[in-house]
C-alpha cells in the first residue's frame, strides 16, 4: 500500500477506527484512529461507519466522514478492508472498485506472517485460519492481485487505479455530452 501511495497521485488511505491497541511504531492519525468499545459502538449507533467488522475481538470500521474529506479534496481513496468491510462497501457504494491481493502461497503467507514478529503464534493461527475461509470469496471482486513480486504487484494496483479513474471521467464526460443534446 504504501508504494502504491507513493506511485499515484490524488491517492490517499483510509485511516480506519479501531479498538485494539496501537503496535509497536503505530501512530494515532496515520494507521489508526484508537478509540474504546463504548465508543466505537456510539459510532455504530449514529451510523457513522460505512462499514465496520469484528476482527479476532477487537472492531475496526471506516468512517464516512474519512470517505467525504477524501472526496473533498479532490483524492480517490484506499481502504484496506477485510471480506466482511468489502460486503457492507459494495452494498453501500456500488460503484466501488475492489482488489483482492493474494499471496503466491499458503506457505508464503504463513512466513511473511512470522516474518513481521508482530503476533503470538496463536493470533498468526487465527490469521491463516481466517485467510483460508476469505480466498473463498475473491470472485466476489473486481479484480484479482497476486503478490508475488512486489513491485509487479504495486504496478498491477496502480493500473487498476487508473482504469478505474479513466472509467469514471469517460462516464462523467459521456454524461455531459449527451446532457447538452437535451439542452433547450
Same mark, same amino acid.
Given at each position: 500500500?504504501?508504494?502504491?501511495?507513493?506511485? +499515484?497521485?490524488? $491517492?490517499?488511505?483510509?485511516?480506519?477506527?479501531?479498538?485494539?491497541?496501537?503496535?509497536?511504531?503505530?501512530?494515532?492519525?496515520?494507521?489508526?484512529?484508537?478509540?474504546?468499545?463504548?465508543?466505537?459502538?456510539?459510532?455504530?449507533?449514529?451510523?457513522?461507519?460505512?462499514?465496520?467488522?469484528?476482527?479476532?475481538?477487537n $472492531?475496526?470500521?471506516t468512517?464516512?466522514?474519512?470517505?467525504?474529506?477524501?472526496?473533498?479534496?479532490?483524492?480517490?481513496?484506499? $481502504?484496506?478492508?477485510?471480506?466482511?468491510?468489502?460486503?457492507?462497501?459494495?452494498?453501500?457504494?456500488?460503484?466501488?472498485?475492489s482488489?483482492f491481493?493474494?499471496?503466491?502461497?499458503?506457505?508464503?503467507?504463513?512466513?511473511?506472517?512470522?516474518?513481521?514478529?508482530?503476533?503470538?503464534?496463536?493470533?498468526?493461527?487465527?490469521?491463516?485460519?481466517?485467510?483460508?475461509?476469505?480466498?473463498?470469496?475473491?470472485?466476489?471482486?473486481?479484480?484479482?492481485?497476486?503478490?508475488?513480486? $512486489?513491485?509487479?504487484?504495486?504496478?498491477?494496483?496502480?493500473?487498476?487505479?487508473?482504469?478505474?479513474?479513466?472509467?469514471?471521467?469517460?462516464?462523467?464526460?459521456?454524461?455531459?455530452?449527451? +446532457?447538452?443534446?437535451?439542452?433547450?
Open positions: 500500500m504504501k508504494r502504491l501511495l507513493a506511485s +499515484c497521485p490524488a $491517492l490517499t488511505f483510509s485511516v480506519s477506527h479501531t479498538t485494539r491497541r496501537p503496535r509497536g511504531g503505530e501512530k494515532k492519525g496515520r494507521d489508526y484512529f484508537y478509540i474504546t468499545p463504548a465508543e466505537f459502538r456510539r459510532m455504530i449507533s449514529r451510523r457513522e461507519f460505512v462499514e465496520w467488522a469484528d476482527v479476532f475481538g $472492531l475496526y470500521g468512517s464516512w466522514r474519512e470517505l467525504q474529506a477524501a472526496q473533498e479534496a479532490g483524492k480517490d481513496i484506499l $481502504l484496506d478492508i477485510d471480506v466482511q468491510g468489502h460486503r457492507q462497501i459494495k452494498r453501500r457504494l456500488p460503484e466501488a472498485v482488489v491481493v493474494l499471496p503466491p502461497s499458503f506457505a508464503e503467507l504463513e512466513r511473511r506472517l512470522r516474518r513481521r514478529h508482530l503476533d503470538a503464534p496463536e493470533a498468526i493461527r487465527k490469521r491463516l485460519d481466517a485467510a483460508r475461509r476469505e480466498i473463498t470469496h475473491w470472485a466476489e471482486y473486481d479484480y484479482l492481485v497476486v503478490n508475488d513480486r $512486489l513491485p509487479a504487484a504495486t504496478q498491477a494496483l496502480g493500473a487498476v487505479v487508473l482504469a478505474a479513474r479513466f472509467r469514471r471521467l469517460c462516464q462523467q464526460d459521456r454524461a455531459r455530452k449527451i +446532457c447538452k443534446t437535451f439542452a433547450v
